[in-house]
Structures are given as C-alpha cells and as structure tokens.
T-cell receptor
C-alpha cells in the first residue's frame, strides 16, 4: 500500500511569514495525526483527527497554528506567523486504530 | 505529565557487537512501542509490547515489557551498519485521547564497520 505522503519535504521561511504543510494519509485510515519533532527530541503530538473531527488539539499553539481535514482524507497544517522556535520536522501519521501507525517522511521547516 | 526517559542518549559501537538500551517512566504504561528513525525519514515501528513481562523478538531485535509496567528495554544482537539511526520508545498518552503517542528523546546509535 502507498505510504503517508507529505509535502513539501523542506521549507525555509523568515520569521513572521506563514507556511502550510500538506498530508495525504494511507487510504482508509480514519485517524490522522500531526507531530512536531524538534532536533534532538522525540515527536510531540500537535493534533489528532478522527475522520474530519478533531479528537485532541490540547498541545497545538492555537494562536499561530491551525489544522484542518475537511473531507476526512488529506490534511493541512498552517503556521501564521512563524517564530524561530517553530523550526522542526513536522510529521504526519495515520492509523487504523489506534496502533499500526505509519509516519510520513516529514517536512523540515527552518525559520530564519 | 507523562514522560519517557531513554538511556543512553547515544552509543558508538563496533559492528558485530550487541546493543542494549532502555526506557523508563514514572507512570504505568499498558503498551510499549519501539521505533527506529533514519535520517530524513519518519519513525518506523520495530516492536510492540502489550503485556507486562512480555518478551518479543523481531529478527535480531528483542524487546521486553517490564514487570512494573514502568520500563522496557530493547536489545540488538550482532549489530550491522544499517542499524545506525535513532531508536525511540513510545507509549500511549492519556487525557481523553486514544491513539496519541508519548515519545522518549531517543537513543542515537552509531556503528563502526
């Protein structure tokens, strides 16, 4: 089966700019996650969707981060405005429940 | 909150050597997962443990779920260069969410041929 697709792979932006990441999960996976992985750390959950509804966004900095999964398939994560500390790899994952996670390759964001 | 502590932070070993790393928590976990992350890629699941005391193997990898449910270890036997990467332990978080994972900070493994 095709894996979790993410784009772009790399992005460099200046602070205060906005950026968006896209994720297409494995077909049929109802649950989609966005994780943030800062260099030298393990991934940290930002938001979890079940179909097109939000299950958990308690760790999402809502003043600058937003995410949507309109048709219960692909998802976008947006940061506006970006800060230097947002430099990280943003990983998307999907699962059939709740394990059997498959991660995408991630988007490496550098904020300068 | 829940936290997973991994040790060692990094390891430099010779090809052919065995490797052991562990993960501890102050909280009880009902599931322990071990992932490997290669540079530029997302984590890939190696082994999942669901029962206290469980010992599970996947090729040269063996992992155990500690009896107290607060720890787990991962062993790699006869290491090879492609074992290089970062190894993460993970467990399910709580607080109203099913499926989200808590990750340790990882053990970085380097293998000298």
């Amino acid at each position: 089966e095709a894996g979790v697709a993410q784009s772009p792979r790399y992005k460099i932006i200046e602070k205060r700019q906005s950026v968006a990441f896209w994720c297409n999960p494995i077909s049929g996976h109802a649950t989609l996650y966005w994780y943030q992985q800062i260099l030298g750390q393990g991934p940290k959950l930002l938001i979890q969707f079940q179909n097109n509804g939000v299950v958990d966004d308690s760790q999402l900095p809502k003043d600058r981060f937003s995410a949507e999964r309109l048709k219960g398939v692909d998802s976008t994560l947006k940061i506006q405005p970006a800060k230097l500390e947002d430099s990280a790899v943003y990983l998307c994952a999907s699962s059939s429940w709740p394990y059997g996670y498959t991660f995408g390759s991630g988007t490496r964001l550098t904020v300068v | 909150g829940q936290q997973l502590n991994q040790s060692p932070q990094s390891m430099f070993i010779q090809e052919g050597e065995d490797v052991s790393m562990n993960c501890t928590s102050s909280s009880i976990f009902n599931t322990w997962l071990w992932y490997k992350q290669d540079p530029g890629e997302g984590p890939v699941l190696l082994i999942a443990l669901y029962k206290a005391g469980e010992l599970t193997s996947n090729g040269r990898l063996t992992a155990q779920f500690g009896i107290t449910r607060k720890d787990s270890f991962l062993n790699i036997s006869a290491s090879i260069p492609s074992d290089v990467g970062i190894y993460f332990c993970a467990g399910p978080g709580y607080g109203g969410s099913q499926g989200n994972l808590i990750f340790g900070k990882g053990t970085k493994l380097s293998v000298k041929p």
